[in-house]
């Protein structure tokens, strides 16, 4: 079991808020991700989880049982740190059976769970070597490893594979959501990658400035943004953004009219707008088509656009100056500056009212 | 017109001979020094002075009957390694809150040691003096060490300090984490991966010791007198002779110049307080 | 100044949270008691002695009239600055410290410049002889150049002028303050040249070639690029060589003893010669506290150039 309940944390360093009252619940096995723009926190309160750092307020429960005043090693922790954090001074096993040692753990059991750590990440080669004599990728499992031996109630990753190169980055990715799924642990993973957050996490913490903006599925934040932020921040490449005003506010939905100069309506449910409220109105690329079948038709100009060969990221200019990107099957490249004509589709649009908060619920919901 | 490849070697050739002419020039008190200490006394007084010589070791094996040196030489390893010792362990701690635990007083409490350097010795000549004889202290080998670990404190913090800046605070945090306590963390973690840096600090101030000459010419008069105060007593009328002069001045400099050649590199960090690596 | 509070670890700042403030245990800093030796050793190493200085400066204390301990205010300073020796004193300090500072830093740069400029033959071996001076124990370094070097008889200068026809001199009878600049200089040239020598290594090879492409020659190289990189290097040299040279001792001690005269007594001599030659304690701590108040001025200036070059990279 580990459940681990944080109430109401803050912290603040020399009269800085950084953390300014989060409270998360995370259950057993889950895989968290906090992720959020640099300085947003994430970092912070997964140092004050781990205890690395002194809570201001507020507290931290780990099974019900308070470790807000806990030293780090007595919370039952392991934590996997960013620069990997190895001891340069001892063997691959020395630095994984270091904390087991210093509990006064059995020898022969200790040796034990080193084997069967170094074979589940398949260091077992390597364990007499040095830190020094490993690439990055292998550091990294050492570090992980590290944590494995220790059999502790939750795994705290800060920013674990920004050391790495791509494509060792995307392998290691696979590795760590195995590994989860082996282990079936609780872990607790700090991240601005949000590939990385989409794709590893059971359940998404979006931080910024000190602030919790959003907790939920990556689906549940993908297609239902609780704000403009979170919209902003997931998915690549970014949710377009559109300036209007309400124009018709109804029970079955809300009739917009946009400042690039068309107008749509939008199939909202429980709205609290007024009719005449400025709103934003937020589309993701791959919900922008081109044409003119559609009921509200834009006419843009071309920008930049970039070929992947599966798909074509085509960045256009609306008659106001907004900016959008629109994201088309296959290869297609407009001229730079040519005029196109686009629609959007307005059961996948998002409405954010003038504080960026997201009006009622999108229909189309999470699978 | 020379060609680029020439140009440049000439220019080597030129540069070579200049810093050989220096640096010869700079070196050759030592080597002199060398020299008279392997003459007789008569080759060493005479005019004009004598570079060709028939080399003898009489000097050298003279020099405990006629000086007792090994006394002066086991005060002067005692001290510097008494007060070596004391200054690494009362520095280590100090260097690893400041340079682990940084508050917005640290800094202000590194440059307060090093201002404490800035007091000159005459300053406090007298108190210590007075204090040591009260003490009962003149003239023995504790009153150097204490004064000398207090002397060479700020220095061996500031360079622990700056060889701990250099390690990452990732890796004594894993150690916390994995259920180091504080001594553990120093003594399993911080020492063993800084063990260069203290091997140079703690060479710093072995050399720093065995040549300070100021409490030690003025605390000490036979007991306790280590080295430095040997060879100020050749100042006087004894002093003329000069090849057993040279000979124990040799020895007396030969281990703290090798030390010195071996970490000169890692000595200028510990020199200029970090500011220059 | 700062005290042992100077360690204690930042109390959480917890305005906003209405909390009690009673609430932190200090877990996570153990740096109070681990800073606090060196600190409180290095308080007492500075206020006991001090104090007993300002102390002995306002009585009449002699060691050989023992007993005779009455306050008398500031006359003990009036006799010290009086007193024959004192201006030669300080005028010989300044001068020291003025001319060995000049000496070390100028040749300093120029020589690791050079040995900077080429890659010649035996480089290595240059440079470990260049800095060996600095390793010699300063009575050494004194009785060498006293007898081997100055000796007006014996010594190698009087050979060298007696090679030129000319009649040797009697370096420390008759120039005794230059003749202890230059073994002085002797002692911390190397210093200079370690120090920057190995900062100029740090100099990125790849601004020289910039410069180089740009069409800077070695000169322009070396004022507009080598020197302002120096400038820190300097300002240590400067400051560290400052702190020691304002208290030479040994070697006044061992070649002239501040003579013949007060030609080459320096501050420190002086009031050595008065505390421990002739006992009188009570004027020696004034001249004491006089070099401390020099030795401030010293430091504050030092430490306001210098302090922030210091620490500021960490």
């Not at chain 1, 074979?119 to 499992?141: A, I, M, N």
């Not at chain 2, 202000?108 to 350097?117: N, P």
């Not at chain 2, 000069?242 to 590199?265: E, N, R």
């Amino acid at each position: 079991m580990a459940d681990l309940k944080v109430h109401n944390l803050k912290k603040s360093f020399d009269g800085n808020d950084i953390i300014k009252g989060i409270d998360l619940d995370i259950r057993d096995r889950e895989f968290v991700v906090f992720v959020g723009p640099s300085g947003c926190g994430k970092s912070t309160l997964l140092r004050l989880i781990a205890g690395l750092e002194e809570v201001s307020s507020g507290r931290i429960e780990l099974d019900g049982r308070d470790i807000t005043d806990v030293s780090p090693a007595k919370r039952d922790l392991a934590m996997v740190f960013q620069t990997y954090a190895l001891y340069p001074h001892m063997t691959v096993r020395k630095n994984m059976s270091f904390a087991l040692d210093l509990a006064g753990a059995d020898k022969q059991e200790v040796a034990r769970k080193i084997e069967a750590a170094a074979r589940t990440l398949e260091l077992e080669p390597l364990l007499e070597r040095k830190p020094r004599q490993l690439s990055g990728g292998q550091r990294q499992r050492v570090a992980i490893g590290r944590a494995i031996v220790r059999n502790p109630k939750v795994f705290l990753f800060d920013e674990p594979l920004s050391n790495l190169d791509a494509a060792l980055r995307v392998q290691m990715r696979l590795e760590l959501s195995r590994l989860h799924q082996e282990l079936q642990a609780t872990m607790i993973y700090v991240t601005h990658d949000q590939v990385e957050a989409m794709t590893l996490a059971d359940k998404v913490v979006v931080l910024n400035g000190g602030r919790i903006e959003q907790v939920g599925s990556p689906m549940e934040l993908y297609h239902n943004p609780a704000n403009l932020f979170v919209a902003g921040f997931l998915g690549t490449p970014k949710m377009g953004f559109l300036k209007g005003r309400a124009s018709r506010v109804e029970a079955s939905g809300c009739e917009v009219e946009l400042d690039a100069g068309c107008r749509l309506f939008l199939p909202v449910s429980g709205t609290t707008l007024n009719a005449g409220d400025p709103v934003t109105l937020g589309i993701r690329p791959e919900h922008l088509n081109r044409g003119s079948e559609g009921n509200c038709q834009l006419t843009v100009k071309a920008d930049v656009s970039e070929r992947l060969g599966s798909d074509t990221y085509c960045h256009v200019v609306t008659g106001n100056g907004e900016q959008l990107t629109m994201r088309i099957r296959g290869d297609f490249t407009p001229r730079y500056g040519e005029s196109l004509s686009l629609t959007l589709e307005a059961a996948h649009c998002h409405l954010f009212d003038s504080n960026g908060v997201a009006v009622g619920q999108s229909l189309q919901l999470a699978a | 017109m020379l060609t680029l490849k020439q140009s440049r070697r000439l220019n080597t050739l030129v540069v070579g001979l200049f810093a050989w002419a220096i640096a010869l020039l700079l070196f050759f008190p030592i080597f002199w020094m060398l020299l008279t200490s392997l003459k007789t006394e008569i080759d060493a007084f005479a005019t004009p002075p004598q570079l060709i010589f028939t080399p003898t070791l009489e000097n050298y094996l003279q020099i405990q009957d006629r000086s007792g040196y090994f006394k002066y030489a086991w005060n002067s390893v005692t001290i510097s390694f008494g007060a070596t010792a004391l200054g690494m362990l009362i520095a280590i701690p100090a260097a690893y809150s400041m340079a682990f635990y940084e508050t917005k007083r640290t800094k202000g409490t590194l440059l307060w040691m090093l201002s404490t350097k800035m007091l000159p010795p005459v300053g406090v000549l007298v108190p210590i003096y007075l204090l040591a004889k009260q003490f009962g202290m003149l003239d023995s080998r504790a009153v150097l060490i204490i004064i000398y670990t207090l002397i060479n404190l700020p220095i061996l913090v500031w360079m622990i300090y700056t060889y701990f800046k250099d390690i990452p605070r990732d890796i004594l945090e894993a150690a916390r984490m994995d259920g180091a306590t504080l001594m553990q963390e120093m003594v399993r973690v911080l020492l063993p991966i800084s063990k260069g840096g203290l091997a140079s600090t703690m060479l710093l101030s072995l050399i720093l010791c065995w040549n300070e000459a100021f409490w030690s010419l003025n605390l000490t008069s036979s007991n306790a007198a280590p080295l430095t105060a040997l060879i100020a007593s050749y100042s006087s009328p004894e002093g003329l002779f000069w090849a057993k002069l040279s000979a124990v001045s040799t020895l007396a400099c030969a281990p703290i110049l090798i030390f010195g050649w071996i970490s000169q590199k890692q000595l200028v960090r510990g020199l200029s307080f970090g500011a220059v690596k | 100044m700062a005290t042992s509070s100077a360690a204690l670890p930042k109390a959480p700042v917890t305005e906003s949270a209405g909390e009690p403030s009673e609430r932190k245990p200090r877990r996570f800093g153990p740096s109070w008691f681990l800073v606090s030796p060196s600190v409180a050793l290095l308080l007492l190493w500075m206020l006991v002695p001090l104090s007993m200085t300002v102390y002995f400066s306002v009585i009449r204390y002699n060691l050989l009239y023992p007993g005779e301990n009455d306050f008398v205010g500031l006359e003990n300073f009036h006799y010290f600055l009086t007193d024959a020796g004192f201006m030669p004193g300080i005028v010989n300090t300044l001068i020291l410290v003025g001319s060995v500072l000049l000496i070390s830093v100028v040749l300093g740069v120029l020589i690791s410049a050079l040995l900077e400029a080429a890659d010649f033959a035996g480089r290595g071996i240059v440079r470990v002889m260049l800095v060996s001076p600095f390793f010699i124990m300063p009575t050494v370094s004194a009785l060498v150049w006293k007898n081997l070097i100055y000796h007006p008889v014996s010594g190698i200068l009087a050979a060298v002028w007696k090679f030129f026809g000319a009649q040797p001199v009697g370096w420390l009878a008759q120039h005794p303050l230059a003749s202890i600049v230059i073994i002085v200089s002797w002692q911390w040239l190397p210093f200079a040249i370690l120090i920057l020598m190995t900062a100029m290594q740090s100099l990125d090879q790849e601004q020289k070639e910039a410069a180089r492409l740009d069409g800077a020659g070695p000169i322009a190289i070396f004022w507009h690029l080598t020197l302002p990189h120096l400038a820190r290097p300097i300002a240590v040299v400067v400051m560290i060589e400052t702190i020691f040279l304002l208290s030479v001792f040994a070697e006044i001690f061992t070649t002239t003893s501040g003579g013949p005269g007060y030609a080459s007594t320096n501050l420190a001599y002086l009031i050595y010669n008065q505390a421990l030659l002739q006992f009188d304690v009570g004027m020696a701590s004034a001249g004491g506290l006089i070099a401390v108040v020099i030795a401030n001025i010293a430091a504050i200036i030092l430490v306001r150039m210098l302090g922030k070059n210091l620490t500021e990279k960490y």
